[in-house]
């Protein structure tokens, strides 16, 4: 499985952005969906996670309430929809996907396939 992540841009304090992430090669109900991020200088961190059948979502208390994950089976995607974006949500943004789920689900060593990258930059 291949991943391809997507939705990026540069966006005022207060907007919102969704994030794609299109899985070639099909996921299975089984796998799980994770988002993560990494700004300059810091440790990639953690932002939330999904059962691709969305039996089960977990999501950083940094973004609760803000970020909401979500999928469509038919085009094997799964997206990052980002309200209320503040500055400090600038970064890249990573997707990632697993077979099974995990109580590790917060760290990145836990996730096997990563896409590529998409930069979220949120001005003040």
């Known amino acids: 499985v291949q991943l391809q992540a997507s939705g990026g841009g540069l966006v005022q304090a207060g907007a919102s952005l969704r994030l794609s992430c299109v899985a070639s090669g099909r996921a299975s109900s089984n796998d799980a969906v994770a988002w993560f991020r990494q700004a300059p200088g810091k440790e990639r961190e953690f932002v939330a996670a999904m059962r691709w059948n969305g039996a089960r979502t977990v999501h950083a208390d940094s973004v609760k309430g803000r970020f909401a994950t979500s999928r469509d089976n038919a085009k094997n995607t799964a997206y990052l929809q980002m309200n209320t974006l503040k500055p400090e949500d600038t970064a890249v943004y990573y997707c990632?996907?697993?077979?099974?789920?995990?109580?590790?689900?917060?760290?990145?060593?836990?996730?096997?396939?990563w896409g590529q990258g998409t930069q979220v930059t949120v001005s003040s």
């Open positions: 990632a996907l697993r077979s099974g789920w995990t109580i590790r689900f917060d760290q990145s060593y836990e996730w096997s396939h």
